[in-house]
């Protein structure tokens, strides 16, 4: 029988390639190539036999309702996961090291061992006396979770795969555990879809909510095959500036509800608190007085409206070329409204090194906090304040016109709840009706010319 031919695949991407290479050509990665042993080849075909046949049912014939969820009292993690977790899904939650991704599962298996649900932390990088010592940090040594270290799936399924099966099982992390049939080396691409396979298998026939812990790599992607996010329910990402205390549950993938939510904490010495205004908290350092170079974003994080202080800072470059720094933004995105502010404003914006920053370690990604971010360009430039109770929310076209975006009421009644006062905002096509002052901005030359007037202070 001839053996099977080598096998080389890159750990980045899961790409076979038949010999080494230092330079992935399917991902472009460096030194993410592994030789890996060959897998038996697959039958050719099904042959004569049959198979079983399958059971079909009426898409009509299922109960209507919501599905049950278990609810963990984590408010901002149950609004991430859709209100709470679905029995039978697989839920991935990736974040860079440190952040807190095994604080925050463990404080999430102690308030569902507490509501009086079987939960099981199984930790494949740590021992569980090294659990117990972050349980008693964080007060929840009292919590009855079963705690277990292993890496092995095989003991793990024969361990909790019985008539008293947990109702929740954390795995820390996916890329400790491996498979004895294969014999690549845990974390590779093989093991990890492999005991990802397994672990969702069973999560699926004894309804057991699987949450599993993945690494990430250097550009933020979590660690091993893409292939991964797909067979999951539900794509988490836990992230925050290690300069800063809060911490963002942002939801990337969710088969059982929206896709757009983030929950806020706040890190503390004793664990992870949930922060139920974060508007408040990411406004709460801005100083009393108008100072140059700020402005307020009124913003939407799914269904939450959220105010977030924009810093930006124009400096005389040096440099043959400017220096760009953009924190918690897309810099594609300030090219852009920097281009629209030089060619359709004349405000030579270019030539000036600009950092943009976004307070709070807050990222946002919506087009609508383009006026916000121009505003505080040109604050920076006129070195004139924006008034402390003013915030902004538009889009900017390339012709330099304001468009109006989705949810004002929702931005405006939050402002106005945070004791502002007056917003400036992109034409609406019927009149409003706000708790408090609108100015309409139609295009960049009129918020240029609010700031270039003698009058700028009454903005």
Same mark, same amino acid.
């Given at each position: 029988?001839?053996?099977?031919?080598?096998? &080389? $695949?890159?750990?980045?991407?899961?790409?076979?390639?038949?010999?080494?290479?230092?330079?992935?050509?399917?991902?472009?990665?460096?030194?993410?190539?592994?030789?890996?042993?060959?897998?038996? #080849?697959?039958? !050719?075909?099904?042959?004569?036999?049959?198979?079983?046949?399958?059971?079909?049912?009426?898409?009509?014939?299922?109960?209507?309702?919501?599905?049950? +969820?278990?609810?963990?009292?984590?408010?901002? &993690?149950?609004?991430?996961?859709?209100?709470?977790?679905?029995?039978?899904?697989?839920?991935?939650?990736?974040?860079?090291?440190?952040?807190? !991704?095994?604080?925050?599962?463990?404080?999430?298996?102690?308030?569902?061992?507490?509501?009086?649900?079987?939960? @099981?932390?199984?930790?494949?990088?740590? @021992?569980?006396?090294?659990?117990?010592? %972050? #349980?008693? %940090?964080?007060?929840?040594?009292?919590?009855?979770?079963?705690?277990?270290?292993?890496?092995?799936?095989?003991?793990?399924?024969?361990?909790?795969?019985?008539?008293?099966?947990?109702?929740?099982?954390?795995?820390?992390?996916?890329?400790?555990?491996?498979?004895?049939?294969?014999?690549?080396?845990?974390?590779?691409?093989?093991?990890?879809?492999?005991?990802?396979?397994?672990?969702?298998?069973?999560?699926?026939?004894?309804?057991?909510?699987?949450?599993?812990?993945?690494?990430?790599?250097?550009?933020?992607?979590?660690?091993?095959?893409?292939?991964?996010?797909?067979? *999951?329910?539900?794509?988490?990402?836990?992230?925050?500036?290690?300069?800063?205390?809060?911490?963002?549950?942002?939801?990337? !993938?969710?088969?059982?509800?929206?896709?757009?939510?983030?929950?806020?904490?706040?890190?503390?010495?004793?664990?992870?608190?949930?922060?139920?205004?974060?508007?408040?908290?990411?406004?709460?350092?801005?100083?009393?007085?108008?100072?140059?170079?700020?402005?307020?974003?009124?913003?939407?994080?799914?269904?939450?409206?959220?105010?977030?202080?924009?810093?930006?800072?124009?400096? +005389?470059?040096?440099?043959?070329?400017?220096?760009?720094?953009?924190?918690?933004?897309?810099?594609?995105?300030?090219?852009?409204?920097?281009?629209?502010?030089?060619? +359709?404003?004349?405000?030579? *914006?270019?030539?000036?090194?600009?950092?943009?920053?976004?307070?709070?370690?807050?990222?946002?990604?919506?087009? @609508?906090?383009?006026?916000? *971010?121009?505003?505080?360009?040109?604050?920076?430039?006129?070195?004139?304040?924006?008034?402390?109770?003013?915030?902004?929310?538009?889009?900017?076209?390339?012709?330099?016109?304001?468009?109006?975006?989705?949810?004002?009421?929702?931005?405006?009644?939050?402002?106005?709840?945070?004791?502002?006062?007056?917003?400036?905002?992109?034409?609406?096509? !019927?009149?409003?009706?706000?708790?408090?002052?609108?100015?309409?901005?139609?295009?960049?030359?009129?918020? $240029?010319?609010?700031?270039?007037?003698?009058?700028?202070? @009454?903005?």
């Amino acid at each position: 029988m001839a053996q099977p031919a080598e096998r &080389f $695949v890159c750990q980045s991407c899961g790409a076979v390639h038949r010999k080494w290479s230092g330079r992935c050509g399917a991902c472009g990665e460096w030194n993410s190539i592994v030789e890996e042993l060959p897998e038996s #080849a697959p039958p !050719k075909g099904l042959g004569a036999g049959t198979g079983r046949r399958i059971d079909f049912s009426a898409l009509d014939s299922a109960p209507l309702g919501d599905e049950p +969820r278990l609810a963990t009292g984590l408010m901002e &993690f149950d609004r991430v996961c859709g209100s709470g977790l679905v029995p039978g899904s697989a839920i991935l939650i990736g974040g860079d090291p440190g952040i807190g !991704k095994s604080t925050l599962l463990l404080q999430v298996a102690a308030a569902l061992a507490r509501a009086g649900h079987r939960c @099981a932390y199984i930790s494949g990088e740590e @021992a569980t006396d090294q659990v117990r010592m %972050r #349980a008693r %940090r964080l007060g929840l040594a009292d919590a009855p979770v079963q705690l277990a270290a292993a890496t092995n799936v095989r003991d793990i399924l024969t361990s909790i795969d019985t008539a008293e099966a947990p109702r929740t099982v954390v795995i820390d992390s996916i890329q400790t555990m491996f498979v004895d049939s294969l014999e690549s080396a845990p974390g590779t691409v093989s093991q990890v879809r492999t005991s990802a396979q397994e672990l969702i298998r069973l999560a699926k026939r004894r309804d057991i909510a699987m949450l599993l812990v993945g690494h990430v790599t250097k550009e933020g992607q979590i660690a091993g095959p893409r292939v991964l996010e797909h067979m *999951v329910d539900t794509v988490l990402y836990f992230e925050g500036e290690r300069g800063h205390q809060f911490r963002i549950l942002r939801t990337v !993938k969710n088969r059982f509800g929206p896709t757009d939510e983030i929950g806020v904490f706040e890190m503390t010495d004793g664990g992870l608190i949930e922060v139920a205004n974060p508007s408040a908290l990411f406004l709460s350092s801005r100083p009393g007085g108008a100072v140059s170079g700020t402005s307020v974003f009124a913003g939407m994080e799914g269904t939450r409206p959220v105010l977030v202080e924009i810093q930006a800072l124009a400096a +005389r470059s040096s440099l043959a070329t400017p220096r760009r720094t953009v924190v918690g933004w897309d810099g594609n995105r300030l090219a852009m409204v920097m281009a629209v502010l030089d060619s +359709r404003c004349d405000l030579g *914006v270019s030539g000036n090194d600009v950092y943009l920053n976004v307070a709070g370690g807050l990222r946002i990604a919506e087009p @609508a906090a383009d006026l916000a *971010v121009a505003a505080a360009l040109i604050s920076s430039l006129t070195n004139v304040a924006m008034p402390a109770e003013s915030v902004l929310f538009g889009e900017i076209s390339l012709s330099g016109e304001i468009r109006p975006v989705s949810q004002a009421d929702l931005r405006l009644k939050e402002a106005a709840k945070l004791g502002f006062q007056r917003a400036l905002v992109p034409p609406a096509p !019927k009149r409003r009706t706000a708790p408090l002052e609108i100015v309409e901005i139609g295009h960049l030359h009129d918020l $240029v010319a609010l700031f270039t007037s003698r009058h700028a202070a @009454a903005i």
